[in-house]
């Protein structure tokens, strides 16, 4: 949208300054009649270029190499996985305990909210940038963790064809090697989403509202040809109250792993705070990580169980006090 206006302001300043050009011309006592025409019919011809072009990113600049998807078969980068289509392409390695699973939790609820357009008109796709540990078992063994379906591909393959679809996503940071090997990680921007036909791309930070992803993916993509359908009017809009601090940091940093009554990629939250012990809750909120590798018996088991680490968030005291008494009330509310 942003474009269209803009182009169409630089035609209309075009115009003027033809205009007044033509018009100092006149001054000069040329044919302005014939001047004045022929500078309206170059402002036609102007007027009428904006269309879609064709990629200008095609095969020609894209890989063709070949990738291992988590059930062993083989796909073509370019033919196969974006040709044509609109896809969310994330990087990760699967033994990455913070940022990593934030994200493949975050792409999980935008794939929700997507439903079952993914995988028919949006392709996910999770690559491995360490495609050594990450074997295609490995990878299915994850994607089971986070209960994603048949519809979003993990992959992996050849570690040099790897960092190639990297740089030519523009997603691979030389300055973030560190000596011979790259340093898993500092890899931070890992998501691009993109229209390979429209040539459309762009970065995207997985800690985006899922909303707006979502909405950046199904709409903005396919230049809104297919809005969706469960679209909602402004009108129907409830009216916004005011957050608690704790809820705000809830829904940011929680929820794409976290429910009130069911359970998630990780437990099941009501009652949380009525069932541990207040001093385990706001040290497993602090330092989940430390807990972990201390071997804190509750840790362990509730680690056995769920097979994905809880990532340590950097919570200040106060955010940790927050949350607790978000989840708190949040279990009043649910209760009644
Ligand atoms: C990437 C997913 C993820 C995110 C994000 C996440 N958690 Fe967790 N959480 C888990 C998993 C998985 C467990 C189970 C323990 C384990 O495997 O480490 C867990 C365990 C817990 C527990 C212990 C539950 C129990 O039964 O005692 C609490 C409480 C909790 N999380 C709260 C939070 C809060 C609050 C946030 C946000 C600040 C958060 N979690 C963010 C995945 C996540």
């Known amino acids: 949208m942003k474009l269209i206006n803009l182009t169409g302001r630089f035609y209309v300043s075009l115009a003027i300054t033809l205009l007044v050009s033509s018009m100092a011309l006149a001054h000069e006592g040329k044919t302005h009649k014939k001047q004045l025409a022929d500078t309206l019919k170059a402002v036609n011809n102007t007027a009428a270029v904006p269309t879609i072009k064709k990629s200008v990113w095609g095969e020609d600049y894209f890989p063709n ?3 291992i998807t988590q059930d062993g078969e083989k796909v073509k980068f370019f033919d196969d996985l974006i040709k044509d289509k609109v896809v969310a392409i994330n990087f990760i390695f699967t033994s990455c305990v913070d940022s990593c699973p934030l994200e493949t939790a975050r792409m999980r609820e935008v794939s929700k909210i ?3 357009r993914v995988g028919k008109d949006i392709y996910f796709y999770s690559v491995s940038i360490d495609p050594e540990v990450d074997t295609p078992e490995v990878l299915k063994a994850y994607k089971e963790k986070f209960k994603i379906g048949d519809n979003w591909t993990f992959l992996t393959g050849d570690k040099a064809d790897i960092i190639d679809i990297r740089k030519k996503l523009g997603l691979y940071l030389e300055y973030l090697k560190t000596g011979e090997e790259e340093d898993l990680a500092s890899h931070n921007l890992n998501l691009i989403i993109g229209n390979q036909s429209t040539g459309r791309w762009m970065k995207s930070s997985p ?15 396919h230049n809104w040809k297919t809005v969706a359908k469960t679209r909602n009017s402004y009108a129907n809009a409830p009216t916004l109250r005011q957050l608690a601090p704790g809820e705000k940091l809830f829904r940011t940093r929680c929820s794409s792993c976290h429910k009130f009554g069911e359970e998630s990629v990780g437990p099941d939250l009501l009652a949380v705070t009525d069932n541990r012990d207040h001093a385990w809750l706001k040290r497993w909120l602090k330092e989940p990580d430390k807990m972990l590798q201390e071997k804190d018996p509750l840790a362990v088991e509730l680690f056995n169980q769920y097979k994905i680490s809880m990532p340590n968030m950097r919570l200040t ?17 649910l209760d009644l």
Do not use: C, H
């Open 65 to 67: 190499s070949t990738l």
């Open 317 to 333: 005291e106060q955010d940790v006090e927050d949350i607790i008494s978000y989840m708190a009330l949040e279990t009043k509310r």
């Open 114 to 116: 997507l439903g079952d």
């Open 207 to 221: 800690f985006e509202n899922p909303y707006v992803l979502a909405s950046q993916l199904g709409d903005w993509l």
